[in-house]
Every structure is written in C-alpha cells, then in structure tokens.
C-alpha cells in the first residue's frame, strides 16, 4: 500500500458540525452532546464521534490501493480495490464505541473472524493481516484487561489475563445532564442500551427514586418494526433506544439500567465490579434532578 508520509500528503481538515463538543483539535476528536444521539436511530454523518490520532491522509485516487493477506494461508493474496468494490456487499447496523489513548491496534482470533454469524467486516479504508500470535499492541497487552481486587499495580502480571474482546450489558440516559433542573410533573426520559457479542436488550427499567421501584421503558430501533431481542429483524450489533414519560417528584433521582437476552443485569455501584483498570464500568447511570419550583434566589 502506498506510503503516505510527506506533508502534501495529508488533506485539510473538513468543516464540523458546530454542535459538536471539541476535545481535541490537534488530531481532532469531537463528540456530540448526549441529546443528539436520541435525535435519530441511525447518527447522522455530521453528528458521529470524530476519533484521530494522527492527521488526516488525502487519497486522491483509490484505486491505486490494496489489500494484502498474509500469514496463515496457503497463498499470499493482493486484492486491488477494483476486486474488492467488485465483491458483494453487506450492510450491518453498529455501535461503535472508543477511548481517549494513544495508537490502537488490535486483534480478534480466527474462529470469531470465520463465523459466519460474527458479521466480521473488512472496511475499504483498512488493511487486513492474518497472523498466528495475538496483536502484541500496548492496548491489548497492557491496558484492555481485567483482573480481581486482590491484584495493584505493585503485583500486576499482564500476561496471565487475556484481553477484554467484548463488553457488558449497559445504558444511558440521554435526554438529560447527570445533574439537571426541569419542573415538576409528567417528563420524557430516553436514552440507549446495548450489550456486546450480538446480544439484544430484553428490558429496560426506569426508577425515579434512586431504585427503589421501577417502570419499564418501550424500546425501539426501526420505525414500524417492533423491536425483539433475538429477533431477525433486529440489529443485533446495535443500539437500542428506549424511552418512558413518568412522574417526576420533587428532587428525584432517576435511574436506567438495562438486561440483555442472556439475562445479564447492568451492576448497581460501580464497588460491585471495580477493577485495576478501572475498564467497563457499566453500573447503573444516575440523574440528579432539581425540580424548577425549589430553585431560587432571593434578596436579603
């Protein structure tokens, strides 16, 4: 694949949305506010993360690139973007998640690339490598990993846990700030929920008082398709949006939390699953709410 390394060879960068929360401008990583991604089930292009570690190559012709596959095969092949546009095509509903960090590289093993039912995609813009030892990247080695509280920084031994290559059941709530101030009454709460491994959501509950009760939200992906866990017209690689309109009391606190098809329940504190790491902390997303009638100033 061609090199890409004089200065001539990266593109300006392109105009943004000016809604977007800028986190970085050089390499640029923006994100949208948490009330855009409930605008719509699909995220718009304007809308979605922005996520660089470097700046940003100019491809004039793409044609002129390809796709090299190495290592455990029978023969080396070089596919040019003509053969692969020529393939055909398949399209998969995601959730894409990433970090802050630096350089990412990973791997997935062979048996989850060749299943069939893994929905594993090649993109255009990446090349592919075969290979028989596992990415020896520092996220994989050293970072994406989980271990037990009896293991610090002091003991830590990084080869005896293999890399986190999926993640847990979680949600949250979108249509409002972690701490927020709205009045008194009916409110609409919305947000996602998604759980890794192809896993769909099987509920979603809604708790106005800090847990103690619950109602359950209606969720939705497509319009006019009603949504089932495992079902066939479901994304299952996808979020799913929920939402319910409740009763708000006075200073509440409102709570999602979501179970998956396997019937696997999102952690009530974060104590619960703490690790070294720090890493899925998929516990219970909390709103503190300050009803408009209680806040106020006066002149003394």
Aim: include cysteine.
């Amino acid at each position: 694949m061609p090199g890409l390394t004089a200065p001539s060879d990266y593109a300006e960068e392109p105009p943004r949305h000016p809604a977007l929360k800028i986190n970085s401008k050089e390499p640029f990583n923006a994100e949208p506010h948490r009330s855009a991604l409930v605008a719509s089930y699909i995220t718009p292009v304007d809308f979605f993360y922005k996520r660089n570690h470097g700046p940003i190559p100019k491809v004039d012709d793409l044609a002129r690139y390809s796709v090299s596959i190495t290592g455990l095969v029978n023969k080396t092949i070089q596919l040019p973007m003509a053969d692969i546009w020529a393939l055909p095509k398949y399209s998969v509903t995601a959730t894409l998640q990433e970090e802050q960090g630096g350089p990412y590289t990973a791997s997935i093993p062979l048996k989850q690339a060749a299943d069939p039912d893994a929905d594993v995609l090649l993109a255009y813009e990446m090349n592919g490598e075969l290979t028989d030892i596992l990415n020896q990247g520092f996220f994989t080695q050293k970072d994406y990993k989980m271990f037990p509280p009896s293991v610090d920084w002091d003991n830590i031994n990084w080869s005896t846990r293999r890399p986190q290559m999926d993640f847990p059941v979680q949600s949250a709530i979108c249509t409002l700030e972690d701490v927020d101030v709205i009045k008194e009454g009916k409110a609409r709460i919305s947000g996602y929920a998604l759980s890794g491994g192809g896993r769909g959501i099987e509920r979603v509950d809604i708790s106005v008082d800090g847990g103690k009760t619950w109602v359950e939200a209606r969720r939705y992906q497509k319009n006019n398709v009603p949504y089932v866990s495992d079902g066939p017209e479901s994304d299952k690689w996808a979020w799913v949006l929920f939402e319910a309109t409740l009763d708000i009391p006075p200073n509440a606190e409102i709570v999602a939390k979501a179970v998956d098809s396997s019937a696997n329940v999102q952690p009530e504190k974060v104590e619960d699953i703490w690790n070294l790491r720090g890493i899925l902390n998929t516990s219970w997303h909390r709103i503190k709410i300050q009803n408009s009638s209680c806040v106020g100033r006066s002149k003394i």
